[in-house]
């Protein structure tokens, strides 16, 4: 669930940027920003403060690069102005009314009166404080389902949530994160025609998104695949005829340095470990492609690794 400091928090002032900056601005104070924090880099001596500076960097970032998020955002903080201004006049009035009541005082000691317009006055600001309270409590609602829907991605850390059709829970392929076991992309289950893959790389190793999608399309990969990057790791899905193209070539990602890894369990539906030649993998899945073989990863689930990414020694 989201915090109650996550709803509060000013995404533009995390990222030292002016209200309504663009996503080209936003990414570049986020890269300029998260150098100085980011888990692998930092150097100081306080690392909890480095990684909870670095999720509030990504979560920032993440909400003003997402429109329907960064509109709730917005809502929420014109909510917010209004009604703080709101207050603050209604403060001012009411100094006001006091001061004017005790100079009517001082005049008239001796003379009581019920200003039934005053009272009225009141119940109106009360009516249209209640109505402010209520508008910011609606944005910071909407705020919140934003950033739920950010986190199920996995786009704010953590792994997608499942639904009973196999996709995540906000309807996208993407999955970023910490990886919590270091294991493998899994096929998405019920969608027999995508197949997700899992790609590591040293962490001083100089490959950024950009880098890595040019060269899996050159392997093969259509342009609007899914791809998400967390530090130096990466997942990425598309259709089953680009992730036999892209495994057929590990070699050639391993000569970079990039480990390749994808689930066992898309070889038996036809998926990566269709290709022929190869000894089988064991539980009704295909034979595996030439060297290929099938592990066990630390959270049980069967793996199969490119032997020759396994020579490079990445991670």
């Known amino acids: 669930m989201s915090s109650k400091a996550e709803l509060l928090e000013d995404f533009w002032q995390v990222l030292g940027l002016d209200p309504g900056a663009s996503k080209t601005d936003v990414q570049r104070a986020y890269r300029k920003k998260s150098l100085a924090v980011h888990p692998d880099r930092y150097k100081g001596d306080n690392p909890e403060w480095a990684t909870e500076e670095f999720l509030r960097l990504t979560r920032a970032k993440e909400v003003l690069e997402d429109d329907k998020a960064r509109a709730a955002f917005e ?5 917010r102005t209004a009604h703080r201004e709101k207050q603050e006049a209604q403060d001012a009035g009411r100094r006001k009314l006091r001061e004017d009541l005790e100079a009517r005082e001082e005049a008239a000691r001796k003379r009581q009166r019920t200003d039934a317009s005053a009272m009225d006055s009141k119940a109106q600001q009360a009516r249209e404080a209640h109505a402010q309270a209520q508008q910011e409590a ?11 829907r950010l986190r199920r991605s996995g786009r704010l850390g953590g792994q997608p949530q499942q639904q009973p059709d196999g996709s995540d829970a906000a309807g996208s392929s993407r999955s970023c994160g910490r990886d919590g076991g270091g294991s ?35 392997l093969g990969a259509p342009p609007d695949m899914s791809l998400a990057v967390v530090g130096s790791k990466a997942v990425v899905e598309l259709p089953q005829a680009a992730a036999v193209a892209i495994t057929a ?6 000569a970079r340095g990039i480990r390749l890894h994808v689930a066992a369990a898309s070889v038996g539906d036809g998926g990566v470990g269709g290709t022929d030649g190869g000894s089988g993998s064991g539980e009704g899945t295909a034979a595996l492609p030439i060297g290929w073989r099938e592990q066990r990863a630390p959270d049980g689930l069967k793996h199969l690794a490119a032997l020759a990414t396994r020579r490079i020694g990445c991670g």
Do not use: C, F, H, N
């Open 138 to 148: 609606d944005a910071r609602a909407e705020l919140q389902k934003e950033l739920e």
């Open 75 to 79: 809502a929420l903080q014109r909510a």
């Open 184 to 218: 493998a992309a899994t096929t998405t289950a019920g969608v027999a025609d995508r197949t997700k893959l899992s790609l590591r790389w040293p962490s001083d190793a100089p490959i950024s998104a950009r880098m890595l999608t040019t060269l899996l399309v050159e």
């Open 249 to 254: 070539r590990s070699v050639e990602l391993a």
